[in-house]
């Protein structure tokens, strides 16, 4: 009886040992909820009132089905070891230009993304009839492209930019 007990016993030690993934030792800020999954090269954490968007390749979240602010993250290659993160929002600007009518940049501003030098980029545009404001956040780590992107109506901006500054705050590359 006594061998079958502690047979159970450590059965339950190793399960414990082995069901140990990666969201058990991050460090999860309060009142925030991680949003990238485990395959990610990073961490991206978002409020918990926030809906995680796991219907797209990129890591986003979003306020609400009546608010249509959101935020994402999408990481790539950037096939080049010394590019900096202005050299990628300037490679980028023309893209946007066709993309977005009525391109407008209201601010720019140099800031560390987890340590990493980037670029915050805060503009607006217009696609079909509706005006968006964007900031964008980008950072290159081991020649990969990070471009933290929050979306959202005029109207709504400003009501979460708190929000996505702890979430660009907590932001961490593994």
Known sequence: ?????????LCAVML???AC???SEID????FQLASDDAAYHYFFVPTGWTVDI????????????DPSSVSVMSWSSGVSD???????????PDFEKVYDEFT???????LLDGEAARSVVFTATLGDVK??????????ESVVYVMTYTSTEDFFELHTEDVGKMAEYFEFK
């Open 105 to 111: 940049v209201e601010g720019e501003e140099n800031m």
């Open 16 to 18: 414990a040992f082995c």
């Open 55 to 66: 219907t797209s390749t990129a890591t986003s979240a979003y306020v609400s089905s009546s």
């Open 132 to 141: 968006y404001k964007f900031r964008q956040i980008a950072a290159v780590h």
């Open 83 to 93: 590019m900096t993160p202005e050299e990628w929002w300037d490679s980028f600007i």
């Open 21 to 23: 993934g990666d969201k």
């Open 1 to 9: 009886m006594r061998n079958k007990i502690f047979a159970a016993l």
């Open 28 to 31: 999860i800020p309060d009142g």
